[in-house]
């Protein structure tokens, strides 16, 4: 059984430009959700898909915006950088489950820089 | 939102227990007590859970006051691959309804284990 998988590790972007973001879930989730952490913070709740549609999002600007394909695979895709978005993304997958929650499993996310 | 309250720091010796608190005043009756760790370097980890009555699996215990407004993660032996940043986090229904849960990180405690 495979974990969650991110890629890239780190990269680095300049501001205005766009960058995507790749996760492979846990080999059976259907349930993907992005965090972004920046130094220091916990992280913040960007947005979770559920078969291939948005069903939850955090405090965060329409650049920011997903995908799920069949496969569960996800990305998230952020345009026009900004100096603020250098954070670590995170991806987490789980399976969909009943009132408490089941255990989410995280990546070792990518490190996003930004100048 | 429901919020949580720990400390922003705790010591321990290794091989001796850790008792990590966390104060969440206002949960409501349907939150449920979610616990995870983040290693340096590390996406979190998830380590224990549970609703009304204490909890205990291979890595931790959970111990809920009898008025919820408490808990207290409990480490039997600590040891140095403990060391990391604890977050004690409300699990809250999303919008959505079942299967749309977010994960609501506060700064977390960073245990140190000292040999």
């Known amino acids: 059984e495979t974990g969650v998988t991110q890629s890239p590790t780190h990269l680095i972007k300049t501001r205005g430009q766009q960058v995507t973001l790749r996760c492979s879930s846990q080999s059976g989730h259907n349930t993907v959700s992005w965090y972004q952490q920046a130094l220091g913070q916990g992280p913040q709740f960007i947005f979770q898909?559920?078969?291939?549609?948005?069903?939850g999002r955090g405090n965060f600007p329409p650049r920011f915006s997903g995908l799920q394909f069949p496969n569960y695979s996800s990305e998230l895709n952020v345009n026009a950088l900004e100096l603020d978005d250098s954070a670590l993304y995170l991806c987490?997958?789980?399976?969909?489950?009943?009132?408490?929650?089941?255990?989410?499993?995280f990546g070792e996310g990518s490190r996003l820089t930004v100048l | 939102d429901a919020k949580t309250t720990q400390p922003n720091s705790m010591e321990s010796n290794e091989e001796e227990p850790v008792h990590l608190p966390c104060n969440h005043s206002?949960?409501?009756?349907?939150?449920?007590i979610h616990w995870y760790r983040q290693l340096p370097s590390q996406g979190p980890e998830y380590v224990i859970h549970?609703?009304?009555s204490n909890v205990n699996n291979r890595m931790a215990s959970l111990a809920i006051a009898e008025d919820r407004k408490s808990s207290t993660l409990i480490l039997h032996r600590a040891t140095l691959r403990d060391a990391a940043v604890y977050y004690c986090i409300l699990r809250e229904r999303g919008y959505s309804g079942a299967g749309s849960y977010q994960l609501t990180f506060g700064k977390g405690t960073k245990l140190s284990v000292i040999p």
């Open positions: 206002t949960i409501s009756g349907t939150d449920y």
């Open positions: 987490a997958s789980s399976l969909r489950s009943g009132a408490s929650g089941g255990e989410l499993f």
């Open positions: 549970g609703l009304t």
């Open positions: 898909y559920y078969r291939e549609e948005e069903n």
